[in-house]
């Protein structure tokens, strides 16, 4: 089956099914191509929130598909590769969790959306890269549990007085992103920005002209009148970054800067996936209730 017959009966397939296809900005570009609508997690969730579709398939990983179950429990939630999953949301756990929130009693659980239903229902608030000073901002506390990234964490603590225990989870893949790497670039094209994921080493967002989320990168990138930029975060972001800006070169600031979970659904795992409708995530009600109320709450916070 050619790819171009593939792409009209997943579309034909969505159709009868009332579907939307919602992609990450990390997704393979074919993915991206025919997604309905592509964005960050902050983004998609709101999607996932406010859609008519009785169907939804989600190209990202697997914390994302369970916040489309959790914010949209009517709807049938596809997440086409169910080995699809986050080593970032994994590095924290329900226990260990509990453990931190013992040792600080009273102290408000701030959790990237880059966490397990689980975890998001032991929280106060959810947070995403988008909104997450907004979301700290937003608590009147002066202490701040942050779980599960420490470099998200810690660029955040950055602009505020209040105290951060911090959880030491980190993004394998941009953590592979070593400052050396980026200083090499800078020297090589001085007069390209360097824009980078708050998800990067510190030691990283050190030397970033712009740190954003990769909804803030499109943004950044349509306004900034530099001819060349560097570009710090996984290479799915390249396609659109090229498809809407097509008079700059973008230079990824290293070749190490790929998701492999990201990249696992193609375009076939879609199709089966609408067949079969199959595989669902569906997450508990005694999860779910507790999660939707962190994720609520953060949604509730003024964007501007
Ligand atoms: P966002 O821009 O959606 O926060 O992307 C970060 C990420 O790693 C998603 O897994
Ligand atoms: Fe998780 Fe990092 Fe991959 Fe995002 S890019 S899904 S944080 S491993």
Redesign the pocket.
């Known amino acids: 089956m050619s790819l171009e017959s593939i792409k009209l009966e997943i579309r034909e397939l969505l159709a009868k099914r009332k579907g939307v296809l919602l992609a990450?900005?990390?997704m393979r570009d074919e993915v991206q191509e025919i997604a309905d609508i592509t964005?960050?997690?902050?983004?998609?969730s709101m999607e996932a929130a406010k859609t008519d579709a009785e169907v939804i398939v989600f190209c990202?990983?697997h914390?994302?598909a369970e916040s489309a179950s959790i914010l949209a429990p009517d709807k049938t939630v596809l997440l086409p590769r169910l080995d699809a999953g986050?080593p970032?949301?994994d590095m924290v756990t329900v226990e260990g969790l509990r453990e931190l929130k013992a040792k600080h009693p009273g102290v408000p659980v701030v959790t990237?959306?880059?966490s397990s239903a689980a975890v998001k229902a032991e929280s106060d608030i959810c947070c995403?890269?988008?909104n997450a000073m907004k979301v700290v901002q937003s608590l009147p506390d002066q202490e701040i549990i942050f779980v599960p990234d420490r470099n998200l964490g810690s660029y955040v603590a950055k602009f505020t007085s209040k105290k951060f225990h911090l959880w030491e989870g980190y993004?394998p893949?941009?953590e592979r992103l070593r400052p050396e790497a980026v200083q090499k670039l800078k020297e090589q094209y001085p007069d390209a920005p360097f824009v980078c994921?708050?998800?990067c080493n510190p030691t990283v967002v050190a030397l970033a002209d712009h740190v954003?989320?990769?909804?803030?990168?499109y943004d950044y990138v349509k306004k900034s009148s530099a001819k060349r930029i560097i570009i710090g975060?996984?290479a799915g972001i390249l396609f659109r970054l090229k498809r809407e800006n097509p008079d700059k070169e973008f230079i990824l600031a290293s070749p190490a800067l790929i998701?492999p979970?990201?990249k696992l659904t193609s375009l076939e795992d879609i199709l089966e996936a609408l067949q079969k409708m199959a595989p669902v995530v569906k997450v508990p009600e005694e999860i779910r209730v507790p999660a939707k109320r962190a994720l609520d709450r953060m949604l509730a916070v003024p964007r501007d």
């Not at 964005?39 to 998609?44: E, F, H, K, T, Y």
């Open positions: 990450h900005n990390y964005g960050d997690s902050l983004a998609l990202g990983v914390f994302m986050c970032m949301a990237y959306v880059n995403t890269s988008a993004c893949t941009h994921h708050p998800e954003c989320s990769t909804t803030g990168m975060t996984e998701c979970n990201m």
